[in-house]
């Protein structure tokens, strides 16, 4: 399997199992058929809701021999209700404890935005910490607590942009290693990716295939769908291969990981084997070129009324 690699030599398998929207009674299921699969590599968080199923997965497949936990990369994410220092490390203990490991190989600060403590999804102003209350650098300390305790082997953000990269490269002890946002053709994110490499941030595309599956409330009614894409169709059936393959293999050929969910077993297979697909500069250059612009988790959910945080302090542009 091809791998991303860390600044000290750890490899990440590129392609790994995505386990958002994956209920509680099919996430066990899925995970065992990606393993069985060939995948190395399972992205998880707390607020996914899940940990616990993933983790007796995990422990049926050590003990099964499909795989050992030195093979196996997982990832976590703390939730934005565990951003003060003393919260962080308690915190990833919870996802240890539910997933059923000693130790992740990597832990992301899920979303720059703070809740109170016990707050799932905030919506009243009391239930906000703000940037004063709550820097994102004293989250980036717990961080690095769990990472200096080998907690985890490696720290990052989700849905950071640059200038929030920014603050933690100048303020932290540990830089950012990497950087997991959403990323497909409709959203390539050419000028983060740069900032990113220039950085030594690796990065992770979450919602590969646009997450149709979402709750319909979260949907915009003029959605475009990148499944059904005029380009991403053509470009499968020249390699004779599916819509969602291209949208994965779009990302291997970029070097960036990429975490497909699905709680169906042919899907599963068919997704790892996404990287066996060879696309040529003409295929990349028609995906980066695809002339649609659409971000499909918005972050507007954070954003409310009574939110101190505006969709300004999330992304440096609507669809940059
Ligand atoms: P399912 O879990 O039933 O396979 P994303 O990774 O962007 O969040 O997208 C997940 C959605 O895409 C889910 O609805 C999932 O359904 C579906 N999906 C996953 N793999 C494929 C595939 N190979 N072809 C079509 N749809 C897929």
């Not at 016990?118 to 919506?123: E, T």
């Not at 009391?126 to 985890?152: H, I, S």
């Not at 291209?246 to 699905?262: E, F, G, M, Q, T």
Request: charged letters at 25%; proline letters at 4%.
């Amino acid at each position: 399997m091809k791998s991303i690699t860390f600044s000290n030599g750890d490899q990440m398998p590129i392609i790994g199992l995505g386990t958002w929207k994956s209920k509680p009674g099919e996430v066990y299921q899925a995970v065992l058929w990606a393993i069985e699969a060939g995948y190395r590599h399972i992205d998880c968080a707390a607020i996914y809701d899940n940990e616990k199923e993933v983790g007796n997965a995990l422990t049926k497949a050590f003990k099964d021999g499909l795989v050992k936990r030195e093979e196996l990369f997982v990832t976590s994410k703390l939730w934005n209700s565990n951003h003060r220092l003393d919260d962080v490390v308690p915190a990833l203990k919870k996802t240890l404890s539910d997933l059923k490991l000693d130790y992740l190989d990597l832990y992301l600060i899920h979303w720059p935005v703070s809740f109170k403590k016990g707050i799932g999804f905030a919506q009243t102003r009391e239930e906000f910490f703000t940037y004063g209350d709550v820097p994102l650098v004293q989250t980036w300390e717990g961080m690095e607590e769990a990472k200096n305790r080998g907690l985890v082997k490696h720290i990052g953000v989700s849905n950071f942009n640059i200038a929030k990269l920014q603050e933690i490269l100048k303020s932290g002890r540990i830089a950012p290693e990497m950087n997991q946002v959403e990323m497909h053709p409709f959203l390539p994110q050419n000028k983060l990716v740069n900032f990113c490499k220039t950085n030594s941030i690796l990065m992770t595309a979450y919602s590969p295939l646009g997450s149709g599956d979402r709750a319909a409330a979260s949907k915009k009614s003029n959605e475009p769908s990148l499944l059904e894409n005029e380009t991403v169709k053509e470009v499968a059936t020249k390699h004779g291969v599916s819509s969602a393959q291209i949208l994965i293999s779009y990302s291997v050929h970029r070097n960036i990981a990429v975490i497909p969910k699905s709680i169906n077993q042919d899907r599963i297979s068919q997704n790892l084997a996404a990287i066996e697909i060879n696309l040529d500069d003409e295929d990349m250059n028609k995906l980066l070129n695809i002339g649609t612009a659409y971000r499909f988790i918005d972050g507007s959910f954070f954003t409310g009324a009574q939110s101190p945080y505006k969709l300004a302090d999330l992304w440096e542009t609507e669809n940059s």
